[in-house]
């Protein structure tokens, strides 16, 4: 357990900020003949017809096992002051 809660401590502390997620969404010109799987034209466009970004969510691992992950909100106070101290980093 002394080991599992040192690779959680490492975990949260990697990024202190949050959690970065990658998103992904469609372009403006995206139509449904693009994302037909039966259609024969198949060249959706990275960038253009599909759109990735990355978010940071304000949430950070405290435990997690094989069967799930617990998460808690961090509070914004805190990510207020990491950003004024960039030693916290």
């Given amino acids: 357990m002394k080991d599992a809660n040192n690779v959680i401590e490492k975990v949260s502390t990697t990024f202190p ?15 449904f003949e693009k994302v037909n799987i039966y259609s024969e034209t198949k060249t ?28 808690e909100r961090i509070d914004s106070n805190a990510i207020f002051s990491m950003l004024l101290r960039p030693d916290t980093f």
């Avoid at 959706?44 to 998460?71: C, E």
Wanted: net charge positive; aromatic share 12%; proline share 2%.
């Fill in 44 to 71: 959706l466009r990275i960038g253009q017809d599909r759109l990735r970004s990355n978010v940071i969510f304000p949430y950070r691992l405290t435990r997690s096992s094989k069967s799930f992950s617990l998460y």
């Fill in 17 to 31: 900020l949050g959690v970065i997620q990658t998103m992904d969404d469609w372009g403006a010109e995206l139509d």
